[in-house]
């Protein structure tokens, strides 16, 4: 995605941490492998690590109920991110998630934080216009 880069880099530049939040029930499925999601997500932080920057977490559901079973951690639900709030010292008042579905955004109102909706164009312009950096360099 354009800018996705740059706007991780930005964020870890400004002291946010980085995470991903993802349903994977193509784990569930039985498309791929939990291995795969996270050979997936190691080539990402691979790849990002280029131009210095990183993302600090990857959080996965591999569940979907039709498959497998229900839980917790399925998008809308909020697992994944009170799972990171636990496992980080996250001050959730300047905590914000950026997603491109209705799911993400009720994800982020039960756990509490601010959600933005983003569908396409540039990562980097939106998350710092998120941030408050209008001056983009
Ligand atoms: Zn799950």
């Known amino acids: ?14 002291g946010y941490w980085v995470f991903v939040v993802t349903n994977q029930a193509g784990v ?21 690590g280029k131009s210095g920057a990183q993302v600090d977490q990857f959080y996965y559901c591999p569940h979907h109920p039709e498959f497998d079973r ?11 991110l009170l799972q990171a709030m636990k496992e980080w010292p996250i ?30 164009g540039d990562l980097h312009a939106a998350v710092a216009q998120v941030i408050g950096q209008n001056q983009i360099d």
């Not at 999601?37 to 691979?46: D, F, G, K, S, T």
């Open 1 to 14: 995605m354009e800018g996705a880069q740059l706007a991780i880099r930005l964020l870890n530049d400004r």
């Open 28 to 48: 569930a499925r039985g498309y791929y492998e939990e291995a795969d999601v996270q050979r997936l997500h190691r080539w990402i932080n691979a790849e990002l």
């Open 70 to 80: 229900d839980c917790d951690c399925r998008k809308p639900k909020p697992g994944m």
């Open 91 to 120: 001050d959730l008042p300047g905590s914000f998630l950026i997603g491109d579905k209705s799911t993400d955004l009720e994800a982020a109102e039960h756990a509490n934080i601010t959600g933005h909706m983003f569908r396409s």
